[in-house]
């Protein structure tokens, strides 16, 4: 097998504006921060994805796509087992038409956003114009509008404060903990809760507890379909104490039961024949 460099790859998907470029791959884990000069979309089939950006960092569930507009800053990771990543990166010369081509959003896949993505298995590299794989793929680009108006409406904002990047991996290590507050965290990190709840709003615009709510929220979606645990064991396994304060705070922050959302696995393996 022929060794394709990093900076190959990139360079091939951008070295032609005009054309789409197609890859199934799982080879966006190879970059570090990196852009396009194309619109990207992302679909996982099977493992999930962590998608990091200067501002924030979003879950890509199963069942789900991640639509990253040109020209901004991001690297992708994989977790646990993924059958194959499907990349797709877009012409941008008709973005400016439609603002839904000019934000990250995580959207959910509907049967007909699954057929096309299945069926453009069959192509790799470049798309050139003129082509029925073009028109195809120039379809599926302008049909996500219209299918994708509802943007699953969670993610974890970052930043460079390196004061404030040290409590951030505090809090995520420590989920579990049911009794974490802002006077546990200020306690064990150094900071009175008046001076931490001032850092968290300006650093990253959000409470503390939002924050921490957004990081339940994110690390319950990745045990819910990353793993065999029950809703309940997930719930504690989060810092909830209570299933019904878990599940209702998932509903409202999710717009999904836990129970739905933890089928959405079992319905993408499903379509694929995978089980």
């Known amino acids: 097998?022929?060794?394709?460099?990093?900076?190959?790859?990139?360079?091939?998907?951008?070295?032609?504006?005009?054309?789409?470029?197609?890859?199934?791959?799982?080879?966006?884990?190879?970059?570090?921060d990196h852009t396009h000069l194309k619109g990207q979309l992302t679909y996982v089939e099977?493992?999930?994805?962590?998608?990091?950006?200067?501002?924030?960092s979003y879950f890509l569930p199963a069942r789900h796509y991640v639509w990253i507009p040109a020209g901004v800053e991001h690297h992708l990771q994989h977790r646990y087992h993924a059958a194959i990543v499907r990349n797709i990166y877009?012409?941008?010369?008709?973005?400016?038409?439609?603002?839904?081509?000019?934000?990250?959003?995580?959207?959910?896949?509907?049967?007909?956003?699954l057929e096309m993505?299945?069926?453009?298995?069959?192509?790799?590299?470049?798309?050139?114009?003129?082509?029925?794989?073009?028109?195809?793929?120039?379809?599926?680009?302008?049909?996500?509008?219209v299918v994708s108006e509802h943007p699953l409406p969670i993610a974890l904002p970052t930043t460079e404060n390196m004061r404030l990047r040290p409590v951030l991996r505090h809090i995520v290590d420590g989920l579990a903990d049911d009794g974490m507050s802002l006077e546990s965290v200020g306690k064990a990190m150094g900071f009175s809760e008046r001076t931490l709840s001032r850092l968290f709003q300006?650093?990253?615009?959000?409470?503390?507890?939002?924050?921490?709510?957004l990081a339940r929220m994110i690390k319950a979606m990745e045990k819910l379909l990353e793993s065999?645990?029950?809703?309940?064991?997930?719930?504690?396994?989060?810092?909830?104490?209570?299933?019904?304060?878990?599940?209702?705070?998932?509903?409202?922050?999710?717009?999904?039961r836990p129970s739905e959302f933890k089928e959405l696995k079992q319905a993408t393996l499903t379509k694929m024949n995978l089980v």
Do not use: C
């Open 202 to 213: 300006s650093a990253l615009d959000t409470s503390f507890f939002q924050y921490l709510k």
């Open 46 to 56: 099977g493992g999930i994805i962590f998608l990091y950006t200067k501002e924030k």
């Open 228 to 256: 065999d645990a029950t809703i309940s064991e997930v719930a504690y396994q989060v810092g909830y104490n209570s299933i019904s304060s878990f599940s209702n705070t998932f509903y409202k922050m999710v717009g999904k």
């Open 90 to 113: 877009f012409d941008s010369t008709t973005d400016d038409e439609n603002p839904f081509y000019k934000k990250i959003g995580i959207y959910p896949v509907n049967n007909l956003l």
């Open 117 to 145: 993505f299945l069926f453009s298995e069959r192509w790799n590299g470049n798309i050139t114009p003129k082509t029925h794989e073009y028109d195809f793929l120039n379809t599926l680009k302008n049909i996500l509008p």
């Open 1 to 32: 097998m022929i060794k394709v460099s990093n900076e190959d790859l990139l360079f091939a998907i951008d070295e032609k504006p005009e054309t789409m470029y197609v890859w199934h791959s799982r080879f966006e884990d190879r970059f570090q």
